[in-house]
């Protein structure tokens, strides 16, 4: 095989409860997953070693970056000695909560598993999934699905379906850790949290469904990012279902009926938000694909 060609979307948050402190340190979530059709592209090809190259000129090319990480730990999973050459083609912002860096390590996943003529089922490479980060996992199903544990634990949900999107992302980025340490103030106590049996087991068919959207991480980063509250209530103002900061952030996304009413409130609120870069997007039942060129 010369070359492999794999979208790497990004996702959102349509709900994001934090329950508790876990003993490994790590907080005990449960949230829904959905992939948006803004995506990276990965090109692999066969090579001696593992390297990645990137037309992005802040992303970090070392041990740390995860598409390359993930190449390694599937070589020694899977006890292989192939190699592969990854050029990363970056469209998913950094450090935006769009799950960018976990869904290429995802795809990196399912693509050398492709091109090294792997004999591996998808619980063998959740379980190589599992040791590159919480979100990693779910982007080896996509679509629409519910995360437990650290997250990284994943059901698949009846499909949310299509729906226009604004992703708003500011000019800056947000720590994921620094966002979980200060959390503890706000957990979901069990006494006031959602019945997610009875919420993932719907269809997403009912208008006030998406009332049932939440994400506990909001107000943690509201109060320390003001703008970000005042663009979700833009975003309200102009038409949005709903609208939420998905993940810890910086991402705020906002869920439209209409595509063009969503188009209507990208122009207004680009005149009013400047220096954010606004996206138009959408709800996807896809995950990752992977095409042989």
């Known amino acids: 095989m010369r070359r492999l060609f794999v979208e790497a979307p990004a996702k959102i948050n349509l709900t994001l409860r934090v329950l508790d402190r876990r003993a490994d340190g790590f907080h005990e979530l449960d949230t829904v997953f959905q992939t948006i059709d803004l995506s990276d592209t990965l090109e692999l090809q066969p090579a001696d070693g593992v390297t990645v190259t990137t037309d992005h000129p802040e992303l970090q ?13 599937l070589r020694e999973a899977a006890e292989c000695d192939q190699g592969v050459a990854i050029h990363l083609r970056k469209r998913i912002p950094l450090g935006g909560g769009l ?31 599992r ?22 634990r994943i059901t698949r949900l009846e499909p949310f379906g299509e729906r226009p999107l604004v992703l708003g992302m500011p000019p800056f980025a947000i720590s994921t850790a620094e966002v979980f340490e200060r959390a503890s103030g706000w957990l979901t106590l069990p006494s006031n949290s959602v019945n997610f049996p009875a919420l993932f087991g719907h269809k997403w068919r009912q208008p006030n469904d998406l009332g ?15 703008e970000l509250r005042r663009f979700r209530e833009r975003l309200l103002d102009e038409g949005a279902s709903v609208a939420l900061m998905s993940g810890s952030g910086s991402t705020v996304f906002g869920m439209f009926d209409e595509a063009n ?33």
């Open 99 to 129: 799950g960018g860096g976990s869904s290429d390590a995802a795809a990196t996943l399912l693509g050398c598993t492709r091109l090294w003529e792997l004999d591996l089922g998808l619980a063998e490479l959740e379980s190589v999934a």
């Open 212 to 226: 049932l959207l939440d994400n506990d991480l909001q107000e943690v980063v509201f109060e320390a990012r003001p």
């Open 261 to 293: 009413v969503r188009d209507a409130a990208l122009a207004t609120l680009g005149e009013a938000f400047g220096t954010w870069n606004l996206v138009p997007s959408k709800t996807v039942n896809e995950g990752i694909r992977v095409d042989v060129a």
């Open 131 to 152: 040791r590159l980060g919480a979100d990693v996992p779910f982007f080896l199903h996509g679509g629409t699905a519910r995360g437990t544990a650290r997250g990284d």
């Open 61 to 73: 090319i070392d041990e740390t970056n995860l598409a390359q990480r993930a190449a390694l730990l």
